[in-house]
């Protein structure tokens, strides 16, 4: 540890279709995020080869940090809303930010 | 030699066997965006250039003539999707939507063809392209989703109105009636000049893709694959009668029916994963793309062309 980290934060990653992008940001702008990180990804999951050459078998990663209420609260919003359709997996870690006033 | 064969087919062809070797060939999804981009505006702008010549004439029957043929492919496909093909509600109404709307990569190997072949058609083509893609879409949520409350209609408009097919054919048509043939002479290199070869670009890239979707069908294969074969050329067949009741040259009627004998790939699935989650993509995107793409571009359109022919040259 270099001391420099200060505070104690979510990271929230989200690996979905990025169809859902626009319909996805504007539910967690509505949840209180102000911040988040998308960038084109690609891999294999349960939909087999998500190969990111083509607006319709491609995915996002969505990266948000956050404290832990509103990340809890950004999982239940988009597992109720997305899980049952759509191509999505997600998952949380522990972060230390350097700036927590950057991050609610 | 195959002489016979339009080589912007060949690179099509290429794609897809370079996808399906699992070969090692990508073009950068920024290429494809590119590639389409250009292609539907020169489209549009070849169309309002036409238009600027000559003023369109019997264009409002001819419209309302297009949304009806949108219609009718729809309600036609969604109910041999549910009686013949026995698929639910929502699969049924989502590929049905496809299949109603239009593929403008499609329409495109229909333009080159003609240009070949040396076939003049009417300049609205273009504005009924865009006509055709709209109604099969609002109508396939309607048919699976009801007239239900909470349907997002503001955001499925702002899809399907500001899509990039929409906005790019009516902006190069409108871009080409305002300049006119002689504004637009200094556009034309690229625009123009280049048609065949960017099409060229954009048929590998779906060959590469239309690779992907094959063997996307996990059920319905058999009805699917016959469904994807068999409603192109009857649905040219009812193109080429609503051609006949605009009154259309034999480039038009080549051109409607090859507009609806083609199935959307871009505006229809995007908004049927918004509008009807539940219905499986892979089963629209495979018949649409792996399919009916490929069957309209190889056989389809020189079809479309014979029959078209055939009965526009028989005595009245």
Same mark, same amino acid.
């Given at each position: 540890m ?5 505070? $104690? &934060? ?5 690996i979905?279709?990025?169809n859902?992008?626009?319909d996805?940001?504007?539910e ?10 998308? =960038?084109?990804?690609?891999? &294999?999951?349960?939909?087999g080869?998500?190969?990111?050459h083509?607006? $319709? =078998?491609?995915?996002i990663r ?5 404290? !832990? ?6 999982l239940s919003k %988009?597992?109720?809303k997305?899980y ?11 972060v ?5 006033d950057?991050f609610r | ?10 690179f099509?062809?290429?794609?897809l ?6 070969a090692?060939?990508?073009?950068p999804?920024?290429i494809?965006e590119?590639?389409? #981009?250009?292609?539907?505006?020169a489209?549009?702008?070849k169309g309002g250039?036409?238009? /600027? ?5 019997g264009l409002?029957?001819d419209?309302?003539? #297009?949304?009806?043929l949108?219609?009718?492919? !729809?309600f036609?496909? +969604? ?7 026995r698929?639910d509600?929502?699969? /049924?109404?989502?590929?049905?939507? $496809?299949?109603g =709307?239009?593929?403008? @990569?499609?329409f ?11 076939? /003049?058609y009417?300049?609205t ?9 709209i109604?099969a879409?609002?109508?396939?949520? %309607?048919?699976a989703?009801?007239v239900?409350a ?5 955001e499925?408009a702002?899809?399907?109105l500001?899509?990039k097919?929409?906005?790019?054919l009516?902006g190069g048509? +409108?871009i080409?009636?305002?300049?006119g043939p002689? @504004?637009?002479e ?13 099409l060229a670009?954009f048929?590998l890239?779906?060959?590469?893709i239309?690779a992907? $979707?094959l063997?996307g069908?996990r059920?319905h ?7 994807a074969l %068999? ?7 009812i193109?080429i @009668?609503? /051609? ?5 040259? *034999?480039g ?6 090859? *507009?609806?004998? =083609?199935a959307?790939?871009?505006a229809a699935?995007?908004a049927? &994963? ?6 499986n993509?892979a089963?629209?995107l495979?018949a649409?793309?792996?399919? !009916?793409?490929?069957?309209?571009? *190889?056989? @389809?359109?020189?079809?479309?062309? &014979? ?7 028989m005595?009245?």
């Amino acid at each position: 540890m270099t001391g420099l980290a200060q505070a $104690h &934060r979510k990271l929230l990653t989200v690996i979905t279709e990025s169809n859902l992008e626009r319909d996805l940001v504007r539910e967690i702008e509505a949840l209180g995020v102000r911040g988040y990180t998308i =960038s084109d990804a690609r891999g &294999r999951g349960d939909q087999g080869l998500r190969a990111s050459h083509w607006g $319709h =078998s491609s995915n996002i990663r969505v990266e948000i940090v956050c404290d !832990t209420p509103l990340a809890e609260l950004v999982l239940s919003k %988009l597992r109720e809303k997305y899980y049952e359709h759509y191509a999505i997996v997600m998952w949380v870690q522990d972060v230390e930010v350097l700036r927590p006033d950057k991050f609610r | 030699m195959l002489s016979g064969i339009d080589p912007i087919v060949l690179f099509f062809a290429l794609g897809l066997l370079a996808g399906v070797m699992k070969a090692d060939l990508r073009l950068p999804p920024a290429i494809y965006e590119f590639v389409s #981009t250009l292609l539907l505006l020169a489209i549009g702008m070849k169309g309002g250039i036409e238009l /600027a010549r000559q003023p369109a004439t019997g264009l409002v029957s001819d419209l309302i003539l #297009t949304l009806l043929l949108g219609i009718l492919l !729809t309600f036609l496909a +969604f109910f041999i999707l549910r009686g013949l093909g026995r698929l639910d509600r929502a699969n /049924a109404a989502a590929v049905a939507a $496809h299949y109603g =709307s239009v593929s403008i @990569g499609t329409f495109a190997v229909a333009v080159a063809f003609l240009a070949t072949a040396g076939i /003049a058609y009417e300049p609205t083509l273009p504005l009924l392209l865009v006509l055709l893609e709209i109604p099969a879409i609002i109508l396939g949520i %309607l048919l699976a989703r009801g007239v239900q409350a909470g349907t997002p209609w503001g955001e499925i408009a702002r899809e399907v109105l500001l899509g990039k097919s929409v906005l790019l054919l009516l902006g190069g048509l +409108f871009i080409g009636w305002a300049a006119g043939p002689v @504004g637009l002479e200094p556009l034309a290199p690229l625009f123009f000049d280049l048609f065949k070869g960017i099409l060229a670009m954009f048929l590998l890239e779906m060959g590469l893709i239309a690779a992907d $979707h094959l063997g996307g069908f996990r059920r319905h294969g058999l009805f699917m694959g016959a469904f994807a074969l %068999l409603i192109p050329p009857f649905f040219a067949m009812i193109g080429i @009668g609503f /051609a006949q009741l605009m009154g259309l040259s *034999l480039g038009g009627t080549i051109l409607l029916a090859t *507009l609806a004998a =083609s199935a959307s790939y871009i505006a229809a699935p995007a908004a049927m &994963r918004s509008a009807v989650p539940e219905a499986n993509p892979a089963l629209s995107l495979t018949a649409a793309l792996a399919i !009916t793409f490929p069957f309209n571009i *190889l056989i @389809g359109i020189p079809l479309y062309q &014979r029959i078209a022919t055939w009965l526009m040259e028989m005595p009245a």
